[in-house]
Each structure stands twice: as structure tokens, then as C-alpha cells.
Antibody, heavy 121, light 108 residues
């Protein structure tokens, strides 16, 4: 059974860098699929952040691209998110997910439980 | 265009059929995927592709698409279907993914 688990600080100061890791169990990241980050501000909808393939190919949300970096560590079966220069607007529940990219059909079939990150001094 | 539009709220009587829609230009090129989210929980994939259900999703959930719109239909809605539903697709450039604003389904 594939499982994803987010980890990282629950509180980040404004202007600092948010760093999160997603640990994958039950499936090797190197075997395929893309891996993604999605966030949900309090009381709001879902927002896509970025996707990465184990080779390092990345797709970033243009609205965040200047602040976002995703990376993969196949030896630890983990992938990570870094979001720099955070503000209160980055306060959200952050989810990691497994992403299948098809010819005309993509989907996120396995999600982590989410981790809450608050940006506050 | 990189927007997917959903009605904010929909209600359905217990046991009746409800359709939740998602509109956007990218849906002319890409199928939508649909996610169910209950309060305090992570989203769950319920429909993907033309009309595919992951293992464990009841067959009362189905999907369809036409032109620039996609629909999620629940035939015989149950109390446990009360949740927020989000559609997702790539945008027309093929390089970014967009979620609809979400639809809150109330089962009366």
C-alpha cells in the first residue's frame, strides 16, 4: 500500500524559507509517476504548487515559480519543497501527492494527510 | 486559460441524483480529475480520465465531459457523500495544473 507522509516545521517566520519533506513508503519514487505538492489556505480551496519526476524534471506554478524549489532524494525515497520569502499568505495545509501524467488525463491518486504550516513572527 | 469554474454549493435530497460541473477552456484538451474532501481530511480521488473510478470508490460516482465542461454525477446520493468536491486539470499550455474553486455538496 502506497503511503505518503509530510514532515516539516509547523511555524515559519515571515521572510524565511518553508521546507517540507514527503516520505514515500510502499512504492519506489524511481519506479515512475510524478510527485507533487498542493496547498490549502484556511477555509479556502486547493492550490497546485509543483510537480517533479524522479529524473528531476519539474513543473512549477508560475505564480510561485520565483520562490519554489522541488527536489527528489531517491536514496531516501523522499521529495521536498522549499518556498522562500514566505508571508502570511503562505499559511496553509500542505499536501504531497503521487501524480500520474497521461496523454490527456492526469490525476493525483495517493495523498498524504497534510501538514499545517503557519507563517507568523 | 488557466481557470476552472465550479458552482460554490449544490444540494441534493438523499437518494437522488446530483451533477457537479466544472468549466474551463483546458477541458477541451484534457480530462478533469475529481476529488472529494471531507472536513479535516485529505482529498480523495474519485474520478479520473474519461470515466474511471479508483478501487474502493462506489459506482454511484461517474464522470463525463463535453466541450469545455466536465461533470461529476452521483446517482443515489448518500449522507456520506456530503463533502467538498474539486475538479483538476492541466491548463491549455500543458505545463501547469489548476483546481476548480470547489463545490460544497449538501445531502438533505
Amino acid at each position: 500500500q502506497v503511503q505518503l507522509q509530510e514532515s516539516g516545521p509547523g511555524l515559519v517566520k515571515p521572510s524565511e524559507t518553508l521546507s517540507l519533506t514527503c516520505t514515500v513508503s510502499g512504492y519506489s519514487i524511481s519506479s515512475g509517476y510524478y510527485w507533487g505538492w498542493i496547498r490549502q489556505p484556511p477555509g479556502k480551496g486547493l492550490g497546485w504548487i509543483a510537480n517533479i519526476y524522479h529524473s528531476g524534471t519539474t513543473y512549477y506554478n508560475p505564480s510561485l515559480k520565483s520562490r519554489v524549489t522541488m527536489s527528489v532524494d531517491t536514496s531516501k525515497n523522499q521529495f521536498s519543497l522549499k518556498l522562500s520569502s514566505v508571508t502570511a499568505a503562505d499559511t496553509a495545509v500542505y499536501y504531497c501527492a503521487r501524480v500520474l501524467l497521461g496523454v490527456a488525463s492526469d490525476y493525483m491518486d495517493v495523498w498524504g494527510k497534510g501538514t499545517t504550516v503557519s507563517v507568523s513572527s | 486559460s488557466s481557470e476552472l469554474t465550479q458552482d460554490p454549493a449544490v444540494s441534493v435530497a438523499l437518494g437522488q441524483t446530483v451533477r457537479i460541473t466544472c468549466q474551463g477552456d483546458s477541458l477541451r484538451s484534457y480530462y478533469a480529475s475529481w476529488y472529494q474532501q471531507k472536513p479535516g481530511q485529505a482529498p480523495v480521488l474519485v474520478i479520473f480520465g474519461k470515466n474511471n473510478r479508483p478501487s474502493g470508490i462506489p459506482d454511484r460516482f461517474s464522470g463525463s465531459s463535453s466541450g469545455n465542461a466536465a461533470s461529476l454525477t452521483i446517482t443515489g446520493a448518500q449522507a456520506e457523500d456530503e463533502a467538498d468536491y474539486y475538479c483538476n486539470s492541466r491548463d491549455s499550455s500543458g505545463n501547469l495544473w489548476v483546481f476548480g474553486g470547489g463545490t460544497t455538496l449538501t445531502v438533505l
